[in-house]
């Protein structure tokens, strides 16, 4: 049974540091990984997918890396904001259908 | 274009009761899933449908089914509610079967059971 854990699970930063989120996962039999930001009592925004024959996938200040074989995937945010504060989760899909797998998520507090 | 919609975003019920909760995936997109989220237990697979039919389901009991139609919209039930089914009820959207590419989210249905 696949399952994913996130570390931290909650980091507080000033302004414009930037930061690294860490995702791992115990089956290695994984079609892609998706990370999400989740605000308080919203739904999930996609941010970043990874095929499993990627390495990374940058998308403005973000860039996620995944390192299949270890079974760990990374979320890099540079120059962080206040408008980063959020719960980031990420996810993983094996190789049958949709289904996603998350992890528990790491709520990131930005302070101005 | 337009997102994944969800209807409705509230709901409050009470123990026994049924609910049915529909969500709309992103135009042209034709699997949908569901999932459940919950402060214990976080981020919960319940079901996956594509073309009118499912294809994976969760470890949730036979009290919560869905279906889709022929327009890739799709409803979850739940029924004789009980307290631990209050959570967010999330339904994501994507273009096909098989985790080819990103999935979508909609905003949730936030069920409150008394």
């Known amino acids: 049974k696949q399952e994913v854990t996130q570390i931290p699970a909650a980091l507080s930063v000033p302004e414009g540091e930037n930061l690294v989120l860490n995702c791992s996962f115990t089956d290695s039999a994984i079609y892609n990984l998706q990370w999400f930001r989740q605000d308080p009592g919203k739904g999930l925004t996609s941010l970043l997918l990874i095929q499993s024959s990627q390495r990374e996938q940058t998308s403005g200040r973000l860039n996620a890396s995944l390192d299949k074989s270890s079974g760990r995937s990374t979320l890099y945010i540079a120059a962080s904001q206040p408008g980063d504060s959020a719960t980031y989760l990420c996810?993983?899909?094996?190789?049958?259908?949709?289904?996603?797998?998350f992890g528990e998520g790491t709520q990131l507090t930005v302070n101005p | 274009k337009a997102g994944v919609t969800q209807t409705p975003r509230y709901l409050i019920k009470t123990r026994g009761q049924q609910v049915t909760l529909s969500c709309s995936p992103i135009?042209?997109?034709?699997?949908v899933s569901w999932y459940q989220q919950t402060p214990g237990q976080g981020l919960q697979f319940l079901f996956e449908y594509f073309s009118e039919t499912q294809r994976n389901k969760g470890n949730f009991p036979g009290r919560f089914s869905g279906r889709q139609f022929s327009n890739s919209r799709s409803e979850m039930n739940v029924s004789t509610l009980e307290l631990g089914d209050s959570a967010l009820y999330l339904c994501?959207?994507?273009?096909?079967?098989?985790?080819?590419?990103?999935?979508?989210f909609g905003p949730g249905t936030r069920l409150l059971v008394l």
């Open positions: 996810a993983v899909i094996g190789t049958s259908g949709s289904r996603l797998t």
């Open positions: 994501a959207s994507s273009l096909d079967y098989g985790g080819v590419g990103t999935q979508y």
């Open positions: 135009s042209g997109h034709r699997s």
